[in-house]
């Protein structure tokens, strides 16, 4: 069984056992249980799609990490006018593991 769930924005599909890495989600510890209750599709022997949301469907995970992305430069310049500039920037993420699909 399968689902796709909107979380921060996106829309991602996951399975039991997946691990899936979100937008930050402030406040939470490693370790904690959180529940995606925006469920657009569950998918398996019978599919069901909502419209926009399947009713009653939920994803339970787990908090594994907050962590980062790899940083990314962001480098500017102007030709001929002596301007450069360097930056750097490291998106927060968070790392989940699903462990249940309910329909």
């Known amino acids: 069984m399968y689902a796709v769930v909107k979380a921060g ?3 991602y599909r996951v399975s039991q056992g997946d691990e899936l890495t979100v937008d930050f989600l402030e ?16 998918g398996g022997d019978n599919t069901v799609v909502g419209a926009p949301f399947v009713e009653g469907a939920k ?11 790899p940083k ?4 500017k310049f102007k030709r001929r006018k002596d301007y450069k ?10 790392v989940l ?3 249940s699909i309910s329909h």
């Open 27 to 42: 406040g939470k510890k490693e370790g904690d249980k959180i529940t995606l209750d925006q469920v657009l599709l569950v």
């Open 72 to 75: 990314i430069i962001v480098f």
């Open 97 to 99: 593991e699903i462990n």
């Open 85 to 94: 500039k360097t930056k750097g920037h490291k998106q927060p993420v968070t």
């Open 9 to 11: 924005g996106h829309q």
């Open 59 to 69: 994803v339970e995970a787990t908090v594994k990490k907050q962590a980062h992305n």
